[in-house]
């Protein structure tokens, strides 16, 4: 749609805006990563959230503060008194979350909030190396959608609590009808709908605290967990080595480009246990959890996590089947949902060759919203329908770019979007599901890093 876009020909026309336009990138310096190092946690055999943020803190090096920008802030005092929940705030203790303070935070309140709780200024540079001048990319868009959400039609976040809320009873209905009838058929329909449920209720985890994020817990998944490893994590330093959606699934799936880092299994295999990657992540990351807790013998469990129990234990309790027949058929509506679940997120936005990866070269001083809309390739097959866009991760670019918006309400929000993306010379890429799957499969097999770097005239 616009003329200029992110690619990986080293003759291409610039992929952003050069220093005399609005600010987006002030140097020609390139690098690799997003990071000054190589992140603390990935040298770990264990790359869990927990040893993810024991790694950002080693990294991040605040004295046990929160760092935002180059400001360090007591949080202590308003741990309890932060609108969106405690843990947000808890979790974060002695990282910096400038990334999350800025998505998170679209109106000015938490600006004015922060004096009070500045302790010092910070002593050394950030670990990552992003970006939110004023005159940039993010920054601007962020000013002309917080001036948009005054004038938007809320009722479509109403729309998805009611598309939520009918998935997650079709769920148990379908649990109880498929053991009553003994229909396979039946529960791998169940399994289609509790991975609806859960990615549905991946909208609701991302806010404030609400009874329907506990959806996403329908089936060995924790909220809590993937506010982590999803909300912070992945969102915030996408296709990077501080994203532990990438980490998470290697050695089996690596997406980052390296000759070093995977064999030929690694690169084309996935074509064959892909499938089986995807079916086993639910009660694989189940076991992680629990292999962990004995290995540091501290456990990260909370009451909730036991919400996986009501599904098999509805499907015994409205029938008069032997529970070992139960279990079977709860098995399987798991392994279908894990199933779908997998095939959808993996190959959701994130991965292609022409999307960039940790290992390829990058602006040294790349601006935050300018990164994102690299790391991601739309769904155009899922845009337009608020269903498809609430159950396959939709609207992607804008989801990642303010995460705390429902879903229902993005779609109102591309005018300014375009608007803004045309003047700093970005494209917002779309693709449809089957080159998500193909472009997914090459960019395991890519070893060679690509060059995203502006061209040199965007210099003059």
Known sequence: MYPVKWTSFESSSATMTSPESNGALNNNTATQSITAKWPSYYRHPFRTVNQWLLGKRRDDDTGGLWRIHDSLYDLTEFINLHPGGADWITCTKGTDITEAFEVHHIGGRAEQLLPKYRVRAAEAPRFVRFTFDDSGFYRTLKRRVQAKLATIDKRA??????????????????????????????????????????????NFFHRKDNWRMLAFNLAFFSYREWRVAHAISHHLFPNSLLDLEISLFEPWLCWLPSSARKNLLQRFGSWVYGPIVYAAMFIFEFGKRWLEMMWTRKSSFHADDAIFILLPLTMWMTSNTCFLIVLKMWFLIVLVASFVFGAIGVNAAHHHPEIVHSGDLIPADIDFGVYQLASIIDRADVRGSHFRVLVSFGDHSLHHLFPTLDHGILSQLYPVFYETCAEFQLEHREQFMLQAVIGQHQQLARIEPNNFMPSKQNYK
């Open 157 to 202: 976040a109403r729309t998805s609590e009611v598309i939520l809320d009918s998935l997650l009873c079709a769920s148990f209905i379908l649990a109880c009808v498929a053991i009553n009838r003994h229909s396979y058929l039946l529960g791998a329909l169940c399994g289609l709908f509790v991975a609806w449920t859960m990615i549905g209720a991946h």
